[in-house]
C-alpha cells in the first residue's frame, strides 16, 4: 500500500507522519519525505528578484524521490542524506528507510507528478487555515532553518503561496481524504491508523 500525503507548507504534514509513523514498526510502516530530495543549493532556480525558489518540482531531484520509491515497494532499503536547507547549525544525518508493506510518500509536489500520483493507492489533503498555515511557517523557518522573518514572509508570499495553488489546489478534487489541523490532528491520525490496521497489520 502506497499512501500519499500532501498539504500547504504549514499545514502539519511533518507533526502528522510523525504521529502517524510513531504507532508502527519500522518494518511495518516506511516513510518518504520530498524534503530529502531537494536539489544541491547550486542547482535550485532563483526568481526575478535573484531569491531562490524551493517552491517549484524543479527545485526537487524526481527521479531520485521515483527510484526510491520503487526500490522500496520492491523490497529494497532506501539511504538518504537529510537535507538541512543551508541551516549551517544542523549536522546532516543518513536517513535509513527498509521496506515495508505500507508506504507514505509525503510532499507538496507528490500530486501533480504523475507518475508518483497513479502509484497512490490512497491521497490524503492536510488542510489549515492560511494565517496557521503563516504561523508555523514562520516558527519553523526561523528556529529550524535559520531564516530572517523578512525572508520567510518574502517567501510565503512570492513562493509558497502560487505553489499550493499550482500544484495542490487542481488536485483537490482527486484526493480520497482531507483531514483538518487548524486545531489538532488526533481524529485523523485515529482514522488512518484504523485503515492501515485492516491492511494486516497489528
Known sequence: MIIGITGGSGSGKTAFIRELRSRFDHDQLAVVSEDNYYRP??????????????????????????SDIVRLRNGQEVVRTEYTFNNDQLRPREIFTKAAPVIVVEGLFILHRKEIRTMMDLSILIHARDELKLIRRIHRDQEERN????????????????????????????????????????????????????????
Open 41 to 66: 543549493r547550486q542547482e535550485q532556480v532563483p526568481d526575478e528578484r535573484g531569491i531562490l525558489n524551493f517552491d517549484i518540482p524543479e527545485a526537487i531531484n524526481e527521479e531520485a524521490l521515483l
Open 147 to 202: 531564516y530572517p522573518l523578512e525572508d520567510v514572509l518574502y517567501r510565503y508570499q512570492y513562493h509558497v503561496a502560487p505553489a499550493y495553488q499550482k500544484y495542490i489546489a487542481p488536485y483537490l478534487e482527486e484526493i480520497d481524504l482531507t483531514i483538518n489541523n487548524n486545531n489538532h490532528f488526533r481524529t485523523g491520525v485515529d482514522l488512518l491508523t484504523s485503515y492501515i490496521r485492516q491492511f494486516g497489520l497489528k
